[in-house]
């Protein structure tokens, strides 16, 4: 089975600041690692992927994401943070195992950036 | 390009009263499609997703049931909802036979049963 696990509940950061939002994953077999952005009362918005190649993923809004296989972790960053960022980031993996047809969704961790 | 709709956008429904939220896609086919609930503004909980017309595949045993009539329609029901069925609920879609896709997400139902 899959498993996804946001270890933060809240992530507080001072705009301007680098931010860090962390995702740790369990799969059978390798793994399809996905971040996602919600603001409120709205869906989910696509931000990056990591399916193969570089550990270090480029996204929307100036996020990335790196892979780290060895760790099994997938870690959102910003170089500096807005904000506009603040909202609830979830991390979600699938793996190639033949499951694949489902996607299974960290907890979310809600991101403040303070003024 | 692709597009997912949902509605009503928000439903306010007394106990034990019947529910049907629909979600359609559009500029896609055979797409994959999913049902989450989404409680207190968190977590999400897959109930039910569909890999073609008439498969439905049920992770959460509950009040709740899904459909899928046409190849772009999914549809979430119920015959009497609970006060526990209160939430947010999302539709979303993913093309089908591609492993490596994203999925993509409507924008939401919310639902509050009194």
């Known amino acids: 089975a899959q498993s996804v696990a946001q270890p933060e509940d809240q992530v507080n950061v001072a705009e301007g600041n680098p931010l860090t939002v962390k995702c740790t994953y369990s799969?059978?077999?390798?793994?399809?690692l996905f971040w996602y952005v919600q603001y409120p009362n709205r869906g989910l918005q696509f931000l990056l992927k990591?399916?193969?190649?570089?550990?270090l993923v480029k996204g929307s809004y100036g996020f990335e994401a790196e892979f780290n296989k060895s760790q099994t972790s997938f870690h959102l960053k910003k170089p500096s943070a807005l904000v506009s960022d603040s909202a609830l980031y979830f991390c979600a993996v699938r793996d190639n195992s033949g499951g694949y047809q489902k996607v299974t969704f960290g907890t979310g961790t809600k991101l403040q950036v303070i003024p | 390009s692709q597009t997912i709709h949902q509605w009503p956008a928000t439903l306010v429904q007394p106990v034990g009263s019947p529910l049907s939220l629909e979600c359609t896609v559009e500029?896609?086919?055979?797409?994959?499609l999913y049902w989450y609930r989404q409680a207190a503004g968190r977590g999400l909980q897959l109930l039910f997703y569909s890999v073609g017309i008439g498969q439905i595949s049920s992770e959460v045993p509950q009040n709740l049931s899904a459909s899928r009539p046409q190849d772009r329609q999914f549809i979430l029901s119920s015959k009497k909802l609970l006060l526990s069925d209160s939430g947010f609920y999302l539709c979303a879609w993913m093309r089908g036979q591609i492993v490596q896709e994203t999925q993509y997400f409507g924008p939401g139902t919310r639902l509050l049963v009194l």
């Open positions: 500029g896609t086919s055979n797409p994959n």
């Open positions: 799969v059978s077999g390798n793994p399809y």
């Open positions: 990591y399916i193969t190649g570089d550990n």
